[in-house]
């Protein structure tokens, strides 16, 4: 699945406007926030942020600034993974998420160095990726992705462990957005 592809479904999933109660992100529209169509020149209500405006944003946004282009050439995937999870978390959440996976499954640093989890994808992210891949074949595509999916469901619980308003939406979350 590219990156259109990618997405249109993310956009069936999220719908069309919603203003939940208890959803901190305030109004929405094919998921993206007020806030986010703010930032990035939107000054209409959000019922009418068009289409096309919400796929640039994704693009922008939660794909080539992220680099989460640069993970698909390596591993299609994983970057849709952490596609998904950033445009859910915020994209540093899901790289992070990466950099923690890989250095818990780098064997004590004997397949390539530990990562410092910035958030951030760069050299030495993608190069333990390739690492990663190359030690542990097809099979290690698996474990990382179960790996982030373990991590992003932690993270969902804590989320409603500290905010009960979010038990709204951990039910969806965890049925939606992992695996």
């Keep these: 699945m590219d990156i259109d592809e990618m997405i249109e479904a993310l956009i069936e999933r999220e719908g ?12 929405t529209k094919y998921g993206i926030t007020e806030a986010v169509a703010r930032a990035h020149g939107f000054a209409g209500a959000m019922r009418n942020l068009p289409r096309d405006e919400a796929t640039a944003i994704y693009k922008r946004l939660y794909w080539h600034r992220p680099r989460f282009d640069e993970v698909a050439r390596r591993c ?7 596609f998904d999870t950033g445009v859910n978390m915020g994209p540093a959440v899901a790289a992070t998420f990466l950099q923690r996976a890989l250095s818990a499954l780098n064997r004590e640093r004997r397949d390539y160095p530990d990562l410092v989890p910035d958030g951030r994808i760069g050299p030495a992210t993608l190069a333990a990726l390739d690492r990663f891949l190359k ?26 462990e500290r905010r009960p308003a979010n038990e709204a939406f951990l039910y969806g979350w965890l049925a939606n957005r992992i695996g």
Excluded: F, M
């Design 135 to 160: 030690v542990r074949g097809n099979g290690g595509e698996s474990v990382l992705l179960k790996s982030l999916d373990a991590l992003q469901g932690e993270r969902y619980i804590r989320l409603a």
């Design 76 to 82: 299609a995937t994983i970057a849709a993974e952490l």
């Design 16 to 27: 069309g406007y919603i203003n939940h109660p208890s959803d901190r992100g305030g109004a």
